[in-house]
């Protein structure tokens, strides 16, 4: 058995990026329902995000949205996230709200529009020159409603010459992301649908060019984990975009719907390696369209740990042996003692240690915050999903 003493060092490395979109409000195509005290501006993002990181010690960055987080003064957010205590992470690409992208963005057919996507993805590495981030990460609603609509091989082709010229205007430290989905908003076929052909398309570009596998980006029954394995094993999974599902994008809280399916995707990322470098970004890509946000951020940053404390539980000695031996029950045996150890108490401890509140919920809850901003933030427009 491994104790929980002796995975104490290891959870020092845990970092969790949060998705500033999670702080404004969301819901889906049918309502968007307001919540009191959410952000007007991308710095109210970053101080609520702050309180995240304040309260678990595991949040100490925070992902950007463009134009969503477009400010005049990129130096000034970052030296505001300073001030709370975080800083500025992955800058993602948006060619998804502009009628212009009707039909496709990096893979359009007209010229002017495709150079105005690769614009715009060049324009957020300006912005990651300003805001000191590593990644640009970069997902498409590219794709088709109907076969026939447009010849899927030039698509691809027209793909990699794009990711090309935004590959090229990368600084030597920064990469560039590459995130799959298997459809919408497209129906019939998506551009980037599966991690193999982010793969493919990253494999071309070069070593700073890596996959970002989103939780919510699978159809239903994938392994997941093997996906995780492939990608470590070919050193191209840049990044996760965490989140929880129970039928398609449905961007829940991480750990939420399978728990299960979250251990034994963290328990490919120990044996691969992920765990240990900071080459794997772990990030959260959720909406809070019914729960509150702030604690809804703190939860899934929770959940994130303890899995990855059962993971770290997993007793790797005892596994390698009942694989060697062929002994199928034993080596399940192992896995299912480490995922139902309940860690809770241990890691209520281990944040006592760390000058940290052991309940991290009821830290903020007792913390008055949330009543703060809700007083505070009157007048002005809510920032949404869009917005
Ligand atoms: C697309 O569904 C996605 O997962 C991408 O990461 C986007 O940037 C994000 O959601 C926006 O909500
Ligand atoms: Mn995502």
Known sequence: ??????????????????????FGNSGTRFKVFAQAGVPRDPFEK???AAQVHLHTGLA???ALHIPWDLVDDFDKLRRHAEDHGVGLGTINTNTFQDDDYMLGSLCHADERIRAKAIRHAVDCVDIMDVTGSRDLKVWLPDGLNYPGQADLRDRQDRLADSLAQIYARLGDHQRLVLEYKFFEPAFYATDVPDWGTAYVQCAALGDR?????DTGHHAPGTNIEFIVMQLLRLGKLGAFDFNSRFYADDDLIVGAADPFQLFRILVEVVRGGGYASDDLNFMLDQCHNIEAKIPGQIRSVLNVQEMTARALLVDRAALAEAERAGDVLAGNGVLMDA???DVRADLADWRAGRGLPPDPMAAYAASGYGDRIAADRVGGTQAGWGA
């Open 1 to 22: 058995m491994v104790t929980f003493d002796e995975i104490r060092t290891d959870l020092e490395r845990q970092r969790i990026e949060l998705p500033s979109w999670a």
């Open 46 to 48: 970053i101080a609520d």
């Open 60 to 62: 100490p960055t925070v």
């Open 209 to 213: 060019a890596v996959v970002c596998l």
């Open 339 to 341: 995922f139902y150890t």
